[in-house]
């Protein structure tokens, strides 16, 4: 049986937990905050983008010269995944549910005969994705010096897409990462973005304006793409950090719960114990003096 | 005059939003102003500064590479980069038109010199709209 003094460690330890998990739920609730701004602030410009390449891929699809960016390269081969994960852990199942999503993915495109690859943003979903997949991962980016996302992040891994596309790497490309849809609902998504599918409600309501371009089609598209690519990136990544800061405000939440639970059972178990040692010796006296 | 909706977007913000009366706008086969009931039209963005003019402040604005696309609804320009002039750091374009030029003395093929020669001309054209505003304030 633990003495009292072990008692009271245990009790002071799990208080000193509560503190840290609080206080981790509290900066993640900042962080929040400034992460969904910058993923509201930055959805009018994907909105905008995905209208306008909408409008021009429809005019393109099916020429001859379309880009490859935009058609595909015909064929469905091999599929690139694009894991987009956290840099730290402590934020419940966010990371797990990115990975499991693009796992459940790859085994059943392996299954069909397909070659699946990997590029991890992210330290955790390498991590996890290392232990399966080691050999099919092309390359890992590390975002963990990154205090605040810029768009050069994106633009950066964009271009990598670009090219390992160019050189032939992949067919198709897919976005694995978690929307943001509340603090306590992210929803692990995969999109994909070579070849771009464009939404069927947009084509509605598009066919109504004759564009002139300047320069070309051709030219523009060629400019548009890779940047699309890019934004669509962007986008995850934002959408992520948000996810992230929620899903480690819910986790931490609950551990701050499970740690006030804690203390009042050790509580309870450290006044039992204290009040037994004192009837125990009130006894111990009594029968003392009753054998006098 | 007319007025009309003009949106300047930046991927990471909503930069302007509001009726205007005119903006001229840096277009990559060069500048073209916007007033209201412009036909359709896209173009894409070089970097230099765009202006929005009319009664009330007139404001100019540094952008990057993008587009702009004029609709029936109004102006839309997605710049990769937009900053107003005056918070403008001009020692990253300095940079910007040093790195182009290594870059071109290392280019291996003609269609990337051109490229980066035009790029660099887009650059240096920026700097001296720049310059020009500084010695007038």
């Not at chain 1, 080691?134 to 890992?140: K, M, V």
């Not at chain 1, 694995?176 to 306590?184: A, Q, T, Y």
């Not at chain 2, 980069?81 to 038109?97: G, H, K, N, T």
């Not at chain 2, 003395?105 to 490229?115: G, S, W, Y």
């Amino acid at each position: 049986m633990p003495s009292l003094k072990d008692l009271r460690n245990r009790i002071a330890a799990t208080k000193a937990t509560q503190k840290i998990t609080k206080a981790m739920q509290m900066v993640a609730a900042s962080k929040l905050r400034r992460a969904q701004a910058a993923a509201e602030a930055a959805r009018p410009y994907a909105q905008h983008m995905d209208k306008v390449l909408g409008n021009i891929a429809r005019g393109v699809v099916g020429l001859e010269w379309a880009p490859k960016l935009l058609a595909g390269t015909g064929r469905q081969q091999v599929h690139l995944l694009v894991v987009c994960t956290a840099e730290r852990g402590l934020c419940g199942p966010f990371n797990s549910a990115i990975v499991r999503l693009a796992r459940e993915r790859a085994g059943a495109l392996i299954a069909e005969g397909k070659e699946v690859k990997f590029l991890c943003v992210g330290r955790k979903g390498f991590e996890q994705l290392r232990r399966q997949y080691g050999r099919q991962i092309l390359e890992t980016v590390d975002l963990r010096a990154v205090r605040v996302l810029k768009f050069e992040h994106a633009q950066s891994i964009g271009e990598k897409l670009t090219r390992l596309f160019a050189e032939g790497a992949f067919d198709v490309c897919t976005l694995f990462f978690s929307r943001f849809k509340s603090v306590i609902a992210q929803i692990p998504t995969a999109q994909q973005i070579i070849p771009p599918v464009f939404s069927a409600q947009e084509a509605g309501n598009a066919g109504g304006a004759v564009y002139e371009y300047e320069p070309d089609e051709e030219d523009i598209l060629a400019e548009l793409l890779p940047l699309n690519i890019a934004v669509q990136v962007f986008r995850a990544l934002l959408e992520n950090a948000a996810s992230e800061q929620g899903a480690r405000m819910s986790a931490m939440d609950n551990a701050t719960r499970n740690a006030g639970d804690m203390i009042e059972r050790q509580t309870m178990s450290y006044n039992r114990s204290r009040q037994a040692m004192i009837t125990k010796e009130l006894i111990e006296i009594i029968s003392g003096a009753e054998a006098l | 005059m007319d007025n009309f909706h003009f949106d300047l977007v930046s991927p990471e913000r909503l930069v302007f939003s509001g009726e205007v009366e005119h903006v001229v706008v840096p277009g990559s086969e060069g500048q073209f102003g916007v007033l209201a009931h412009h036909a359709p039209f896209l173009s894409m963005l070089r970097p230099g500064i765009l202006s929005i003019l009319g009664p009330g402040q007139p404001r100019r604005i540094v952008v990057g590479g993008g587009f702009a696309e004029v609709a029936p609804e109004g102006l839309t320009v997605l710049a990769e980069l937009a900053v107003p002039v005056e918070e403008f750091d001009r020692s990253q374009l300095l940079q910007e038109i040093k790195d182009t030029e290594e870059d071109l003395v290392d280019a291996k093929n003609d269609a990337l010199r051109d490229k980066l020669r035009r790029r660099l001309d887009q650059l240096n054209r920026l700097e001296l709209a720049l310059g020009e505003r500084g010695t007038r304030a």
